[in-house]
């Protein structure tokens, strides 16, 4: 049995390992476009602060042990342009070489992964514009902030943009965060997005919100942010304003494909097409508050999906459950979470809903320490499922975030989650846990 994986990280190689447990005789070829195999995307911007001094401590295994130690053909600098159903062959070129390849297959599992959206912006080619998706792109920006790069713009106020934000302060550098919305962190409700600008200033970031980027400018190095509204200057930029998912070559396979762009996939990873899998990044991930098929791309859904395919493709049937869209963020001083669903969405929706927002604490108010943090709440009115939790704080909020996670996902309603039983020391909680507040409140 010959299995072809398209890239090398964590969806890929989570389903290479599955299948190399599973079936020790089956070839595997895994293709992957760049350089570096199975590495830490979300370290990156703590390599850029020096949090995480050496790169290469983002990479969890190296693609010599992939091919010495599990005999996984894995190979690099192979971009995949075409894939053909019929024939079951992917095509693609040799970047280094100049080469192209073609792959025959039996089973094929796409794990192309996202990249980085830059917009058509005048002066794209200028230099000190960078992205921030892969080990390499880390390294040009650490390369780049020489000793008179002292002013940086962001653009982007999302977890990419804020994370960036946070290590470029930490580096000493004078750091602006521009973005289209009108306000920083648009994924939360207003609340939320108000403590974390409120942060940002605090830190001494300058904060342009409702401006779009127009172009670039400078002789050879950029030198200006141009928006619709005015301009500014920039030794370096950093665009992150999002990601979109590797699935243009799949165009001409028939694979059915989400509004993202996402593959579109069952609980088994498999797409429309026979012998055609998906994962991670470039994959959707169903929405288990939605009930519907999301894309959110996030490594703990690619190394799960990943396992998942790996299995599914070596025999052993396994089904993706679903997830609820749980993030946490770390910004300065403060960490900011969410799970479920926002008041935006259960608009979108149609759902009717009731939503609380409140200050509480995250142990007894007593205990030395005990800062204030802020959650929001969602329910829904008919059925009181809960349906969201959003917070922001100095601590205890992962904690809350992680509760309220495994109550989205078991569906379980407010008075439910008022009847757990939740550690408590004066340390550590108050009698009440703060979501156990909010549920008795709304």
């Known amino acids: 049995m010959n299995v072809v994986i398209i890239g090398g990280d964590a969806a890929g190689m989570s389903a290479a390992m599955q299948i190399v447990r599973a079936q020790p005789d089956w070839k595997i070829t895994v293709l992957e476009k760049g350089a570096i195999y199975s590495y830490a995307q979300c370290g990156l911007p703590y390599y850029i602060g020096g949090v995480v001094q050496d790169s290469n401590d983002l990479i969890a295994r190296k693609r010599e042990v992939f091919e010495e130690k599990h005999g996984i053909d894995a190979r690099i600098y192979h971009e995949v342009t075409e894939v053909d159903p019929e024939e079951q062959v992917v095509k693609g070129t040799v ?8 792959v025959p297959y039996d089973k094929l599992l796409v794990a192309a992964g996202a990249s980085p959206v830059m917009p058509p912006f005048d002066g794209n080619e200028l230099d000190g514009i960078h992205v921030l998706k892969t080990i390499p792109d880390a390294r040009k920006i650490v390369e780049d902030m020489k000793e008179d790069v002292l002013n940086v713009t962001i653009v982007g106020g999302g977890y990419i943009g804020l994370e960036v934000a946070e290590n470029l302060v930490e580096r000493g550098r004078k750091v602006r965060l521009i973005d289209l919305a009108d306000r920083l962190g648009s994924a939360y409700d207003p609340e939320i997005s108000e403590k974390i600008q409120a942060e940002a200033e605090k830190n001494g970031i300058e904060v342009i919100l409702g401006e779009s980027v127009k172009a670039f400018e400078g002789e050879n190095r950029v030198e200006r942010v141009v928006t619709d509204q005015g301009e500014y200057l920039a030794d370096m930029v950093v665009v992150a304003i999002g990601v979109k998912p590797n699935s243009g070559f799949m165009k001409n396979t028939g694979v059915h494909l989400h509004d ?12 429309n097409v026979n012998n055609i899998y998906a994962a991670g990044d470039c994959a959707t ?3 288990r508050i939605k009930e519907k098929d999301d894309y959110v791309p996030l490594g703990t859904h690619a190394n799960k999906q990943g396992r998942i395919a790996g299995s599914n493709i070596a025999g052993h049937t396994k089904t993706f459950k679903g997830m609820v869209g749980t993030s946490v963020v770390k910004f300065f001083d403060i960490t900011i979470g969410k799970t ?3 008041e935006e969405e259960a608009k979108e929706l149609g759902l009717n809903y009731k939503a609380i927002g409140y200050d509480t604490a995250p142990y007894s108010h007593y205990y030395p320490g005990s800062d204030a943090i802020f959650i929001r709440m969602l329910k829904h009115k008919e059925t009181d499922q809960l349906l ?3 917070a922001v704080g100095n601590t205890g909020i992962d904690k809350r975030i992680d509760v309220a996670a495994t109550a989205l996902y078991h569906r379980m309603t407010t008075e439910d989650m008022e009847n757990l039983d939740i550690g408590y020391a004066p340390p550590y909680n108050s009698p009440w846990d703060p979501l156990q507040q909010g549920a008795r409140r709304i």
Request: without cysteine; proline residues 3%; hydrophobic residues 30%.
């Open 260 to 271: 993202s762009g996402a593959i579109l996939v069952n609980p088994y990873m498999e797409t």
């Open 340 to 342: 479920g669903i926002g």
């Open 95 to 102: 970047t280094d070489k100049n080469e192209t390849f073609e």
């Open 285 to 287: 991930q169903y929405n």
């Open 388 to 390: 969201g939790v959003q």
